[in-house]
């Protein structure tokens, strides 16, 4: 079985693009008081955002939910 290694762009590409759907999907929880929704996907909001913290994304423009 071969492993294919993703660049450090792509990581950063896909990530950021996990990062911005997790965010709409927070703020549509929100607003439909889904709190139970709200907290699963903030643990994937964290996680993504440490992530992307950790290979130098600047998240001040990203980051809608700000949590």
């Known amino acids: 079985m071969e492993v294919m290694e993703m660049s450090k ?7 950021i693009s996990d990062f911005s759907k997790v965010q709409r999907h927070m703020l549509l929880a929100k607003k439909e008081n889904a709190t139970e929704t709200y907290n699963d996907l903030k643990d994937e909001y964290i996680d993504l955002k440490a992530l992307l913290t ?3 994304v600047n998240l001040t423009e990203i980051d809608k939910v700000k949590e």
């Open 54 to 56: 950790s290979l130098g």
């Open 9 to 15: 762009e792509e990581i950063m590409k896909n990530a």
